[in-house]
């Protein structure tokens, strides 16, 4: 006789919780470098914030044990590590700049609350597929979030762009939030109707394209993304938000041409812009040719920082012993260029590894899930993170135009902390989904023959 038992994954709670120790140790010791690079002497408040750190993180991992006890192991300590280096080089930038600037304990107020507000998402979502049933109200709420800085009295404009909203002392990007009401629109709308959109209609050099009539989402995504461009001056979330929407359309279509269309709307809406608007062409100066006299006349912030990552070499002029603090914005816009500075080429790749990691596991998430529209959720989450830190990194390395995007959990900013970690947060519940066991299946009820006086003779 074969038995046959079902088989039951480990939870991987007690290799998370020593990658965390590990984590949380290796941002300790790049504060107690910046300590002796900059004053010679290590910080009076290394335990007391080596401690607070790690009470955040053990905090998370005690409610992933409470809630979400099969949920992936590597996302939390990566997002921790993220997390904790941007604090670092925001405080390091913070000495530079002298003691009233504050920038350092903003960012530590700003990282707990995100951190609570993920703990939330993470309570509250019991299971992700209960979004797909508002896919219309999210889509509402999205827009409404997108808009918002549109408002009069209430959004502001920063340096050319109206991507801000603010009340009284404090200001928020609202665009952050809309990135992921967005992505959980796109699954819940794209895993209904992706059997129209994959058909094929006529072919042109043997290359399949869609029906006409299937051409309206992903020409009303484009739209909009220009009237984002337009009226909020925003290249970087016009750009995440139609990149995102496509990718979403191809994972669920599995048709090459989608890609086809939305790239060739794509190059068209960007020579439109180009031709259309002045700050779009400053960034494409700046982008071909950033030492000519023309783009140094209106900036050279894309100078500094090219300067600073050659000058930061292989293995890095040290953390605290480089000159970050010269290029402008190097704690939000340009942190990747302070890395390279003080860790070099090295240091920056590995903290590239480390966002490579954070796509794969969400990727991989989304393979193991069962449901269509977990597939669509993570699949979009994962590539929101992937996207964002390819046109960040891109854009200071003149790989491709600068857009204004900050660098997920790294750059000093509150809306892009909250964002993220609520984006890990949904990636830990959809993975605890993905990776928990089924319930083994109720035995069937034993069936007696029937016995002699039961059957009726003829």
């Not at 300590?77 to 002298?98: E, F, Q, S, T, W």
């Not at 959109?197 to 299937?214: Q, S, T, W």
Request: glycine share 12%; aromatic share 10%; proline share 6%.
């Amino acid at each position: 006789m074969t038995t046959v038992s079902q088989f039951v994954p480990r939870t991987r709670r007690g290799v998370e919780l020593a990658l965390l120790v590990f984590a949380v140790g290796i941002v300790l010791l790049a504060y107690v470098s910046v300590g002796l690079g900059v004053n010679q002497s290590l910080p009076l408040d290394l335990a007391t914030h080596g401690g607070a750190l790690l009470a955040i993180a053990v905090a998370f991992h005690l409610v992933l044990r409470w809630r979400a006890p099969y949920a992936d192991p590597l996302m939390l300590p990566i997002a921790v590590l993220l997390n904790g280096l941007g604090l670092v080089m925001i405080h390091r930038l913070d000495l530079a700049k002298g003691p009233d600037s504050g920038m350092a304990g903003r960012q530590v107020m700003w990282s707990a609350l995100a951190v609570a507000v993920s703990i939330g998402v993470l309570v509250l979502l019991r299971d992700h597929r209960r979004l797909r049933r508002y896919t219309y109200t999210i889509m509402a709420a999205g827009l409404l979030f997108l808009l918002l800085p549109l408002v009069p009295f209430l959004g502001r404009s920063v340096y050319g762009a109206r991507i801000w909203i603010g009340i009284g002392p404090f200001s928020f990007q609202p665009g952050e939030v809309a990135k992921i009401l967005l992505t959980i629109f796109f699954a819940g709308y794209l895993v209904q109707t992706r059997d129209a959109l994959a058909l094929v209609g006529r072919k042109i050099l043997g290359f399949p394209l869609p029906r006409a009539r299937d051409l309206g989402p992903i020409l009303i995504a484009w739209i909009a993304s220009l009237l984002v461009l337009v009226l909020e001056r925003d290249l970087g979330s016009s750009l995440l938000f139609f990149g995102l929407f496509v990718a979403m359309l191809y994972v669920a279509t599995e048709r090459l041409s989608w890609i086809a269309i939305g790239l060739s709307l794509f190059a068209g809406g960007c020579y439109l812009a180009y031709l259309l608007f002045g700050h779009v062409q400053q960034r494409v100066l700046f982008w071909l040719d950033p030492w000519s006299p023309e783009a140094l006349a209106q900036s050279d912030q894309l100078v500094r920082g090219l300067m600073g990552m050659g000058a930061g070499g292989l293995l890095g002029t040290g953390l605290g012993q480089g000159h970050p603090y010269l290029t402008y914005f190097a704690e939000s816009d340009f942190i990747i260029p302070s890395f390279a500075e003080e860790l070099g080429l090295v240091g920056l790749f590995a903290i590239l590894v480390l966002y490579g990691l954070l796509v794969e596991r969400g990727l991989r998430t989304a393979l193991g899930t069962r449901d269509g529209f977990g597939k669509l959720l993570a699949t979009g989450l994962a590539f929101s993170i992937a996207l964002q830190v390819f046109v960040v990194v891109g854009g200071v390395t003149r790989v491709i135009p600068l857009t204004g995007l900050t660098t997920p959990f790294l750059s000093q900013g509150g809306s892009s902390l909250l964002a993220n970690w609520a984006i890990v947060a949904i990636l830990l519940r959809i993975s605890d989904h993905a990776r928990r066991p089924l319930p083994p299946p109720r035995p069937m009820a034993p069936t007696t023959p029937p016995t002699g006086e039961e059957v009726r003779q003829p």
